[in-house]
């Protein structure tokens, strides 16, 4: 990273050189709660805006990919640890130099293309959290629904020139101080919410599990109570860069890596058992099979119904 201040109004900036090339767009694309994320914006012209909180307060960063870089600017309270956060942000932890996609010739074919993807690593484990726990055995769309309203709702505008429907997601205080009728009208029953505010009022030890080696980082999320093994795998493949996490449990994931490795569905053990080869960069080839294969899977079951406000 190279800085280069700049008065307060316009941001700090910097340009973040990779040691090789980030396709930046895949690589932020699991940390972005849908198209209608309050805290995330693609813009038409490339460029990416994000709004998150950090230990000094909320940031809002802004990445444009250029020829000689991808150039970054940040505003707000938490610019300088925004940018400071970037190259993990990108990537810069995960190495896929011990991955071998020739092992299949799905996996193969998908990272051909994708050679670029990395596994983020944002280190914000309550924003990993939260959207986690709203999407524990619920249709996607409700979970991304009901992260968009809350956010809109309890959120704070983000700092700097951010598009202004864009905001920060709420501090740990502020999700422990979400109404129950803002849960409900939400389609957030108690057992989630109840779950968001456990995991809230003990959110600093959580992110200090962050440092920590990650195996302690999953036990320190165990302790909260509504949350399990499928909860800890969505967010240490967004929050600690875990490039080997498996959601376990999962409604679908199973049958779909099944499809596409064997042309069979199957159950979690043999969803296992099927990546077992690619030990360490199992997330990462569950990622290249859900970017390339997901669209081509045949429906397994019924369609969940879509939920409604509790109220």
Known sequence: ??????DEQAGLTSVYRPRDRVDVRLTLAPLRRGGGD????????GA???????????????LVVRSDGIHVTAWGPGAERALAGVPDLLGARDDPSGFDPSLHPVVRDA??????????RS?????????????????????????RRLVLQHGSPAPGPAPRTMRVPPTAEGWRDVPVWDWRRAGIEEVRAGTVRRAAAVARRLQEGADLPIEEARRRLLTVRGIGPWTVAEIASRALGDADAVSVGDYHLAHLVGWALTGSRTDDAGMLRLLEPWAG???????????????????????????????
């Open 123 to 147: 280190g914000n484990v309550l924003e990993a959290l939260v959207p986690a726990v709203l999407e524990q055995k619920v249709v996607g769309l409700d979970a991304k629904a009901a992260w």
């Open 281 to 311: 960069h199992r997330q990462r080839v569950i990622r290249l099979i859900e970017i390339t294969q997901t669209s081509r899977a045949p429906k397994f079951g019924p369609r969940a119904p879509r939920a409604r406000p509790l109220i």
């Open 38 to 45: 309050p805290a995330w914006w693609f813009a038409p012209d």
């Open 48 to 62: 990416i805006w994000q709004a998150t909180w950090t230990a000094d307060g909320p940031a809002t960063r802004h």
């Open 111 to 120: 990272y051909r293309s994708r050679t670029a993807m990395r596994i983020p």
């Open 1 to 6: 990273m190279t800085p280069a201040p700049t």
